[in-house]
Every structure is written in structure tokens, then in C-alpha cells.
């Protein structure tokens, strides 16, 4: 087994998740965090909320990219170590959405940065957050494989 | 000798769940000036607003903030039926504040919850959010949806209730206000707790009144404050209710008046249940409006809300301007940080609830000189176009 396949391996039982609101209404955040509270509880699956881009395999982007996010998200995405994947969440961070065509609205995350997997919704309720992070493992799995 | 060092606070920052930056200047440990910098989700909203049309500026303005929505959409329709002279009907009144204050009870479980993780105490923020997760359902069973639903419109609102719902609302509040109860004590006598927040961030009565103070943040300063009973709006003139006020003016009265409030808000509820009267949910409204002006102002979760509208007899308003409670907040509070420690500035900072996605407005800094602009309404309509 490959030194990669084996960070894969553990990173699949475990992923760590690192949330960037890049102009988001709060509401896909608070979703984010309801999915981490004992009644939707994703830590059981070992997924994780942590503090520093450094720490995390996954990141989680809300909200549309505003003029003044762009750069940041960018710095924070290349902060994040190899091999790393990206999931927007909501609406707004596929495409924009209701913010679209605004004067400091830059479209949605896939604008600025590669994103793995899309959650629409607005905001996506918990479960659907939870599916797109099991997507997104097996997205690896078969990347294992 | 004592150096002052720049720290910088932001813009991501796990203590923050939006991008916004603090600058602090510390001496040692010590914090010994402060400078706050928004804008970083400006989205250019009140701009946005004026190429849609009435109806779809109800989901616009919903999206300014996800967590007080209803009052954000509440405030907008007001002001939209205070321009055109439209007359909504008292059953459609008692629905919004249902919705209104059940969108209330949710912010203030879900500030609490937040504010116990930033200090550090995860199992009080799970056992608040477990418990909140009651209010979200029958938010959903009322409205449709767990966050953003657009239950006001202009005119009235969208969906009624029946008896049914009526029933298991009743029973999920008893259950929320057993639980609230519980956390109230808890935060009250939890020794950790009360050593991380009282005494943090005193704003003295008079500063919260001269630095124009809203919401929780002047009430929890003592200030007899609350636009519900000073200037009622739907049906808050019917409802009797006690404004909640502490005196002890630091970071713990702040998130003490969200406690009572949030059974205050029970009671609210249950008294509109009860005398829900009868008849249509909305008017009809057509789709152009006349020429007017219109104002209203809310109590939201976080304080005082203006949405003021501008029509010139079109599909769409000619401007909207929303003044929310942060921005009057964050600079009522930004000075009490001076003298506490960098390890205080979250205690301090969730106790006015920020909501950065309300505050971020449009300034113009050149960042190689420091210098601010003023920019005229031409020039960045011309900067807007040419993109």
C-alpha cells in the first residue's frame, strides 16, 4: 500500500472539514452547524469542524464570492494541505443565486476555485450537507479503488 | 518602555462564523485600542434591490440575513404596504407574529449555543441546539421550511394554520420552555460561565443610549428599549408582554435578556394561538404600485430594523435602504474591549450577536494610501456599468 493510499484510507474514515463563509446570509451556516449538533451528529462519522485550513482535508464554501472574499478564498484554498476537495454549499456558492449580477458579487465558488462537489438548496437542510459529504467519500473511494 | 503590537483578528477566524476584521492593538496581553473593519460579504444588496420587482424582493431581502429572515421580510412588506395605503387583515397580523417570534426564539437558542462553544463549553452548545431543533420543525410545519421560507408578503401571508398544528405547537412550546427553564439556570449559576462573562464588556447605560445601542445589547444595558412596545407593528398592540431589561450592563445581562426573552416570546405566542381571530390571510396586491415612501421599523432578534422603501409608480422600488442592528452594535461595543485581554474578545463579541452579513457596507479605502473616498452616485453607477 502506497503512502497515498493509505492517507486516503485514513482520510476516509475521518474527513475534517473546514467552513469559509465567502458572503454568505448565515443561513447555509447555521445548517452546517445544526448537521454537527446531536440531532443530525456527523461527528459519529468521525467528520470533524476545525479551526485552521491547515488542519482540514475538506473545505466547506457558503455564500457567493464577493469582490473582497475572492482573494482570501483563494489564499485559505492554497493553504490547505494535498489532497484536498472542496464542497459548495447552497445555492449562492454553485452559482450565485439570488445575488447574481450584484456589483461585487463575483458568481459562485466555482469562479474562484475547483469544487468537487455542489449541495443546492436554500439553504440545503442537514441531511442534505450529510449527502454531500458521503458523495463526496465515495467520489474518493472509487479514486481508491 | 511598552510597545503597543498590532493583532489582527480576521477576516476567517474560528471564533467568527463571517469574514469580518478586528484589528487590536495590545500591549502584552492587554488590549489598548481596537478597529473594526467590515465589508468583507458585501454583497451590494439595497443595489440588487432595485432591479427586481416587489415580489422578488421579498427573497432578497429574506437572504440579507438567514438567521433573523422573518424579521427582515416583516420589516420589507411593512414598509412596501406603508407606501401603498394597504390594509392587512388581523388574522394575517397574529400570523406574523407567530412567525416572527418563533424566528426570535430560534436566533436567541442558537446565540447561546454559539456563544458557550466559543468559550469553550461544547456540551452547553449541543444541549442548547438538541433543543432548539424543536423550534426548527414547527418552524417548518407552519412556514414549509426550516430557515428561509417567505411566509410574509405583501398583503398578508402565504400559508394559514389549522387546529392541528395549532395543537402540536402548543405542545413542542411547552417542551421549549421546560428546556429553556432548565438552561437558564444553568447559565445563571454555572461558576465557568459566569467568570467568562460577567464584568466583560460593561456598557454603561449612558454610553449604550449616546452610541445608539439596539436590541438585547441596550436592553442588557438597562435601556427601556423594544420598538414592539414603543411602536408596535402587526399585532404587538393587542399583545401584552414585559420588555426584558437587565442591569448589570456586561457581556452575561446581554445573554441573560435572551434567556427571558426567549419565554417571553413563548408566552407571546400562546396568547396570539389563542386569540387568533378569524378571516382571510391576505389582500390582493397589484403588481404596480404608486408613487410613495414608505418606512417601518421591527424589533428583530438582534434589535432595531429599518427597511425604508422609495417607489416612483413602477414594478420596482426606485431604492430601498435597510439599516440593521449590528452596524448601530459593533460600534456601541467596539470601545469596551479596551482593557480586557485578548482571550475575553470572543466573551465580549457574541454577547451583541453579531450578524456581519446584515452590517457589511460599501466604503472606498485606497489601500496603498489609507486614504477614504467618497464616491458620488454617478461614478459608481459608471464604475457599475462598465463591468
Known amino acids: ?145 | 518602555m511598552s510597545y503597543a503590537v498590532d493583532l489582527l483578528f480576521g477576516p476567517q477566524h474560528p471564533a467568527l462564523h463571517e469574514p469580518e476584521r478586528f484589528r487590536f492593538k495590545v500591549d502584552g496581553e492587554i488590549i489598548v485600542d481596537v478597529d473594526v473593519k467590515i465589508g468583507f460579504i458585501h454583497r451590494g444588496i439595497e443595489k440588487l434591490a432595485e432591479s427586481k420587482n416587489f415580489i422578488q424582493n421579498i427573497y432578497l431581502t429574506e437572504r440579507i440575513c438567514g438567521i433573523c429572515n422573518v424579521a427582515h421580510t416583516l420589516c420589507y412588506v411593512q414598509a412596501v404596504e406603508d407606501m401603498a395605503g394597504i390594509e392587512v387583515p388581523e388574522r394575517a397580523k397574529y400570523l406574523r407574529v407567530i412567525v416572527h417570534e418563533l424566528n426570535r426564539i430560534h436566533s436567541h437558542l442558537l446565540i447561546l449555543g454559539v456563544a458557550a462553544e466559543l468559550l469553550g463549553w461544547e456540551t452547553e452548545f449541543m444541549y442548547l441546539w438538541r433543543d432548539r431543533e424543536a423550534i426548527m420543525d414547527i418552524i417548518e410545519d407552519v412556514t414549509g421550511n426550516r430557515v428561509t421560507s417567505a411566509f410574509n408578503t405583501i398583503g398578508g401571508v402565504r400559508r394559514d394554520i389549522n387546529n392541528t398544528q395549532k395543537e402540536r405547537m402548543l405542545k413542542v412550546l411547552d417542551k421549549v420552555e421546560k428546556d429553556t427553564r432548565f438552561h437558564k439556570k444553568v447559565l445563571e449559576e454555572d461558576p465557568l460561565y459566569r467568570e467568562r462573562m460577567v464584568n466583560m464588556g460593561v456598557l454603561k447605560t449612558r454610553d449604550a443610549i449616546e452610541r445608539c445601542a439596539v436590541g438585547p445589547t441596550a436592553r442588557g444595558s438597562n435601556v427601556d428599549y423594544d420598538v414592539r412596545a414603543h411602536d408596535p407593528y402587526a399585532a404587538y398592540d393587542e399583545i401584552p408582554f414585559n420588555v426584558i431589561r437587565y442591569k448589570e450592563c456586561d457581556s452575561w445581562a446581554r445573554m441573560m435578556v435572551r434567556v427571558d426573552e426567549t419565554l417571553e416570546s413563548i408566552n407571546i405566542i400562546r396568547y396570539a394561538l389563542k386569540h387568533l381571530p378569524g378571516g382571510e390571510i391576505r389582500v390582493k396586491v397589484p403588481p404596480r404600485l404608486p408613487a410613495g415612501e414608505g418606512l417601518s421599523r421591527v424589533e428583530a432578534p438582534r434589535g432595531e430594523l429599518i427597511h425604508h422603501v422609495f417607489c416612483k409608480g413602477d414594478v420596482k422600488p426606485y431604492r430601498l435602504k435597510v439599516r440593521t442592528p449590528t452596524f448601530a452594535n459593533i460600534l456601541a461595543i467596539a470601545p469596551t474591549f479596551i482593557g480586557h485581554t485578548i482571550a475575553d474578545v470572543p466573551a465580549i463579541l457574541v454577547s451583541i450577536d453579531p450578524c456581519f452579513s446584515c452590517t457589511d457596507r460599501l466604503t472606498f479605502v485606497d489601500v496603498s494610501s489609507g486614504k477614504v473616498m467618497k464616491l458620488s452616485l454617478g461614478e459608481i453607477k459608471r464604475m457599475y456599468w462598465s463591468r
Open chain 1, 1 to 145: 500500500m502506497s503512502i497515498y493510499r493509505l492517507a486516503l484510507w485514513s482520510r476516509m474514515k475521518s474527513p475534517w472539514i473546514y467552513h469559509i463563509n465567502t458572503g454568505s446570509c448565515n443561513a447555509c451556516d447555521i445548517e452546517i452547524l445544526a448537521a454537527l449538533t446531536p440531532r443530525f451528529d456527523v461527528e459519529r462519522f468521525g467528520i470533524k469542524l476545525v479551526g485552521s485550513p491547515r488542519h482540514a482535508d475538506v473545505l466547506l464554501v457558503t455564500g457567493p464570492v464577493t469582490e473582497q472574499m475572492a482573494e482570501r478564498v483563494k489564499r485559505i484554498y492554497e493553504q490547505v494541505p494535498q489532497p484536498k476537495f472542496v464542497i459548495a454549499v447552497g445555492t449562492c456558492a454553485c452559482s450565485g443565486g439570488v445575488f447574481r449580477g450584484g456589483y461585487t458579487i463575483k458568481g459562485g465558488v466555482d469562479t474562484v476555485i475547483p469544487v468537487d462537489v455542489y449541495v443546492p438548496g436554500c439553504p440545503p437542510r442537514p441531511e442534505a450537507i450529510i449527502k454531500g459529504v458521503v458523495l463526496l467519500l465515495q467520489k474518493l473511494k472509487g479514486e481508491a479503488k
